[in-house]
């Protein structure tokens, strides 16, 4: 007798554990449970029932979707109304695990009918999952419209902003890039801004079109062309494509002028980033020269005009050794004259070097030139250094 018990419990156990597995799988079962009840709780009771048993039960899912989607105009008090978004969210949350394509239609009524900003979040994320492509356009639309024109509602805005940025990172489609990218610029808190730059390498492999027609686009803002080009020196790009968007930011930050203290922070800020990827990637393009010497004549700081120098040495062409000459020549007539400042001193120090290091020929006028003015020892064995490695 004892061992019956044990045995016959055991039984009941095993069931336990079995059905919901098994119950899982048959969609059929939920859906005349579903059926049966009349009560919304009721009914959210069985999603929640499938949802823990897990496996699949698409079918299901799908059905219960298209009844809520409905019925749920015709739903009234504050409780059903709740269930409705909880239940809206676990379904749509469930078909976009399942990857369940032909569920874009209801997963759409749904981003259309319910008002719940999470909802929708949900929803659009699940678009995206199920690559539901007929309905990319409209997702995109939604967080371009956002991204300009947020709401009195900003938290409803955000949530949905993300459900967007979420849906176009798995679509992985060219088109979704720069609404996430401007979602990374955009008006949001940290979180959602952080969210879309998290997002941006998902959804496009080569970015630098997108982004270099931002850093030329006439319609954006200074800050919007600097996170452009940081987004591009943070992209897995070739180094050429990325002294392309360099070059062309460093040609865009001179374009304009500004008497806005933060706005010119934003522009030097964006030509020593541009100085900066042109000495480590290098550019064929001779249009790059006369960029770099208005950055040491005209930058704003003596930060900037060393990463000028430094990118003309990395340049390393006779146009770099020309231009450099020219520097080294203009400081020596100014402690000819007695009109030295601390500034020249120091980028004396960094000229004699880069000169040398270009290796070019040309280099050795103005570095022999040094032996010839009352420099000190100091920098006069810089300028020796620095002929030592021109051939």
Same mark, same amino acid.
């Given at each position: ?37 009349? @009560? ?23 059905? @219960? ?48 009918? $319910? ?161 900066? $990827? ?114």
């Amino acid at each position: 007798m004892k061992h019956l018990i044990i045995l016959i419990t055991g039984l009941f156990v095993l069931s336990g554990i079995l059905a919901p597995c098994l119950t899982a799988q048959d969609s059929a079962a939920y859906i005349s449970e579903f059926n049966s009840y009349n @009560a919304l709780r009721d009914r959210f009771g069985v999603v929640q029932d499938a949802v823990k048993a897990g496996g699949s039960a698409t079918e299901f899912y799908v059905h @219960a979707l298209n009844r809520l989607v409905l019925e749920y105009q015709n739903l009234r008090g504050a409780t059903d109304i709740r269930i409705a978004a909880d239940m809206a969210t676990a379904l749509a949350r469930q078909l976009g695990e399942e990857g369940h394509t032909e569920a874009g239609p209801k997963l759409w009524a749904l981003v259309e009918t $319910m008002p719940d900003p999470l909802v929708k979040a949900e929803a659009l994320t699940a678009l995206g999952r199920v690559q539901a492509v007929d309905y990319l356009p409209q997702v995109v639309q939604i967080l371009t419209d956002i991204n300009s024109a947020p709401s009195e509602d900003r938290t409803g805005q955000e949530n949905i902003a993300v459900g967007a940025i979420r849906s176009l990172e798995a679509y992985k489609d060219s088109s979704g890039y720069l609404p996430v990218f401007f979602a990374s610029t955009g008006w949001y808190s940290q979180r959602v801004k952080d969210r879309a730059k998290e997002a941006l390498p998902r959804i496009m492999d080569n970015p630098a079109e997108s982004l270099t027609s931002v850093i030329k686009g006439s319609s954006y803002n200074y800050a919007v062309k600097y996170a452009a080009l940081q987004a591009l020196e943070a992209a897995e790009l070739t180094a050429q494509l990325k002294a392309a968007g360099a070059v062309a930011s460093l040609s865009e930050a001179w374009r304009t002028s500004t008497s806005t203290v933060g706005q010119r922070s934003i522009l030097t800020n964006t030509r020593k980033l541009a100085l900066n $990827m042109i000495r480590r990637y290098g550019t064929e393009d001779a249009n790059v020269y006369p960029l770099l010497e208005r950055c040491y004549k005209e930058g704003s700081d003596t930060e900037e005009q060393i990463a000028a120098v430094a990118a003309l040495s990395a340049l390393a062409t006779d146009d770099s050794a020309t231009r450099l000459s020219s520097f080294l020549m203009d400081i020596n007539e100014r402690l000819r004259r007695g009109t030295l400042t601390q500034e020249d001193e120091r980028l004396v120090r960094v000229i004699i070097p880069a000169l040398g290091n270009t290796g070019r020929p040309s280099a050795r006028p103005a570095l022999s030139s040094v032996m010839r003015f009352d420099w000190t020892g100091a920098v006069q064995r810089l300028a020796q250094e620095a002929l030592k490695k021109i051939q």
